[in-house]
């Protein structure tokens, strides 16, 4: 793949590169590479990173990368911006692999689709998160901004599944108004690669998203028809799929399908230690997205909502949070 960067903007570093403790906190750290990515997703809390054009020094992820295999760590996740586009991922990669570091990265899948590329980068990594916001050509352009980003996309996924099973392969949606109506589309891209786990997640009132939240973010109904037949057809294809940051009530009472309810403690993947990262803008405490339960919600008697955001509640209040179905008994 041709390098997509032409200079590289050095910016000052905050404070010291230090391993951090983990104590109870997930078991991968995130290494934030670059700012830059070809998409400008509206909800994205990194979106005005891509105008920085930065660039991290190669020297300083190695560094990193050094005092994560000095403090025993087990895991790295590279990310951006789109980490792909980085002019030294595969060295830095090789790198983290060559650590003992299992090697993860978050991306947009688009520079996958160079076949070349995509031979040199895939064995070095364990797993791989590729971020599908939408299900046709349309809504991804209106969504990313990129005209051809959704057959580029296609492309890079028909490359993945040449690696075969060498690396785990993972799907995040963020759910928005717009891409409600192409979950379908989405699980087509998903279920070719079956045993793959699809993550789908209400939009985080951050970065982006906290200026036009109410124009991004979907209703909690329309969500929960959608979501109606979605689980069984994916089960059906052996993918499954898991959600994050809806209320309990999108789902009824069938709380085993938010993660925010199961699993709490998976919710936030990995974390960005500022000791290992002094560039990136802010953590990603992903938590500080939820607001509270509604009041007269018999899921929050019940302990089972960890409530909806502030910034749903101030957009459309609360009249479409009551969980269909029937109730526990």
Known sequence: MADPVKTTTKRPARGSTRAAKTGGAPSSTALFLTGLCPNECRFCFERSENATRYVREKSEVLAAIEELRAAGAGSVDLIGGEPLLHPDFAAIARAAAGAGLRVNVTTNGLALA?????????????????????????????????????????QALRELRRAGSGVRVMFNTTLTHRSLGTLEGILALVAPFAGARWDITN???????????????????????????????????????????????????????????????????????????????????????????????RLRRERLCFGVPEAYLAAFGDADLRPPGKEPP
Request: charged letters at 20%; one cysteine or more; aromatic letters at 10%.
């Open 114 to 154: 160079d076949r070349a590329f995509a031979r040199k980068v895939l064995p070095l990594l364990d797993g791989v998160v590729v971020s599908i916001h939408a299900g046709d050509a349309r809504a991804y352009r209106a969504l990313t901004g990129n005209d051809s980003g959704f057959a580029t996309l296609r």
């Open 203 to 297: 939009p985080f009132p951050l970065g982006g998203a906290r200026d036009d939240y109410a124009a991004i973010a979907p209703r909690i109904g329309e969500a929960s028809r959608a979501f109606a037949g979605l689980v069984p057809r994916a089960r059906a294809a052996g993918v499954v799929v898991r959600f994050s940051f809806f209320p309990a009530c999108a789902f009824g009472y069938a709380t085993e399908h938010s993660n925010d309810v199961a699993e709490p403690a998976l919710a936030t993947g990995y974390r960005v230690d500022h000791a290992l990262n002094p560039e990136h803008p802010g953590d990603l405490v992903f938590r500080r997205a939820f607001g509270r339960p509604c009041r007269a919600c």
